[in-house]
C-alpha cells in the first residue's frame, strides 16, 4: 500500500522518543497497517478500507499500544500518512 509521506504528530513523536517499547510497537502496527489489518475497526469500517484500496478513499487503523490507543490515517490521494493519538483528530 502506497503511504506517501509519514508522519507522526507532536506527541506521538515525544512519547516515541521516550519510550523504546512504544516504538518497537509503532513499528508493528505500521507492518500490520501496510499488509491490511486495519486493527481495532468495527467490519463496516474494515470493508470501507479494503473498498477504498480499490476504488480511491482514505484509509484508517486503530491500535492499541502501551501509551493507549493509535490511530493512523491515510489521506486519499496516498499523499501522507499520519500516525497520531484520537484526541488529536
Known sequence: M???ALYATKRVAEY??????FRVELSIILSRYCSGDWGELCKED???NDYALIAGGRIMGSYGTCAGKVWIITEWDRSATTILFPDEY
Open 16 to 21: 516515541a522518543n521516550q519510550s523504546l517499547l
Open 2 to 4: 502506497e503511504l506517501g
Open 46 to 48: 474494515r470493508e470501507q
